[in-house]
DNA sequence: AACAATAACTGATAAATGTCATATTTTTAA
DNA sequence: TTAAAAATATGACATTTATCAGTTATTGTT
């Protein structure tokens, strides 16, 4: 037997857990949790969303294809966080495609249980509310950062920013691998210029490397980089 | 005597047309209307905003300073538009400062007539949250399109914009005339490129200008130059 | 109308980034 | 385990974009 919503701890992190207890009920009723494998999708940009996807486990990435054939990672969804809202919401076909880049665990919502909560539970539509606002906000940041900011000075921040968001191994590297080509998706340039940069960065001292996993090794100085010094 | 919200025609275009007749009187007696000449602030990046500004006439520039002392502009706000929503709805301080590119007037709207409506009126809440949901794609849609079109397509795209936004006067001018620097300030880019790819473009007969008015002069090619011809 | 102030423009050059070609390493799957 | 495939890495070069310096045009003010 599945788990149920009202247990579940992830809720504690997303508009969820504004619902009352017996559209908590619903809800997790009509869910239905998958196992989603590293590389799957779990949809496709473009395409008519009948629910959301709350993650339980596992990181997505969120990403759109532009007209020169390159994915942009607009966004790295993980644990507590809630995709598709704002497609289901506008009644939108998706502008993004979303992509697991680890094995996850996600429970998808049909939009009818979403729907009728927001229609009726000002609290939960409140929550939802706060939750865009801040990826707004967010999305506000990423548009000052790709056009102000140098490519060096993105692939640093977009390290820290892997640090802080999925922490650390054992081993001291970044918990999060990401491949070079979505390192460059993620930070909007030649997939050539990142690894290029990454190395520099090696031979700087900044971080190390095994394979294609990236640890931090001077957290000081590629936050001053990012500052522009 | 001033007028009052209930017959005000721009609320047609926002998510005030979700609220009751008693939250629309309530709003109107607490609003202010102000004018707001151009280059005039009406508010600036890290405030604390009181309340919400309803633009009635006039475009206002959306904008974040960034480290090397430039600002992008991330949004041009105009008629029906409701500005600083964001910032009430997490009661953060503003991200992003707001300057008139043209006079303005807008109606100042108190947070408490706003969150109090938030929070009895899932209608309304649910209004606000489409339109947030809405300028979060556009947000996307930006990223991508700075991160991975050139400066020259960006800028062709802005005219297009501009046009299908605001119009055109009777001489065939966009009716928002933007500073050259402003125009690099949308597109991401330094104000001598801007100016540079704007010579070219009307030298190539794409557009043509009368000091720094902007006409389209070939639509389908500026077109098929943003869909990378 | 004349002046100052600001904005628009142009050229020369430097710096950043992208592209293509190819070598090497790592991962995957038979 | 090993061959094939995919990803990472590096060099050479082209292109794009930024920067700096200086000129011309426009706008606003007395």
Do not use: W
């Amino acid at each position: 037997m599945e788990s149920r919503c009202e247990n579940c701890i992830i809720r504690q992190f997303n508009s969820l857990r504004a619902m009352s207890k017996e559209e908590l009920q619903q809800v997790s009723d009509s869910k239905v949790t998958k196992k989603v494998k590293k590389g799957e999708h779990l949809f496709e940009e473009g395409e008519k969303l009948n629910g959301v996807y709350c993650v339980r486990n596992g990181v997505s990435k969120l990403s759109k294809l532009s007209a020169n054939g390159k994915d942009q990672i607009v966004k790295l969804a993980t644990k507590g966080e809630v995709i598709g809202q704002r497609s289901v919401i506008s009644e939108e076909h998706t502008n993004l495609s979303a992509i697991a880049v680890s094995d996850m665990e996600v429970c998808f919502i049909p939009k009818e249980s979403i729907n009728h909560t927001l229609q009726k539970n000002p609290n939960f539509t409140l929550e939802v509310l706060r939750h865009m606002a801040h990826d707004l906000k967010e999305a506000d940041d990423v548009i000052v950062n790709i056009s102000q900011k140098t490519v060096k000075q993105r692939i640093a921040e977009a390290f820290l920013y892997l640090k802080n968001n999925f922490g650390e191994d054992e081993e001291g590297f970044l918990a999060l691998t990401l491949s070079r080509e979505d390192i460059s998706n993620v930070v909007g340039t030649a997939t050539e210029s990142a690894i290029r940069i990454i190395s520099e960065f090696k031979k700087n001292g900044l971080i190390h490397t095994s394979g294609k996993r990236i640890g931090i090794k001077n957290e000081r100085k590629l936050l001053e980089m990012v500052e522009g010094f």
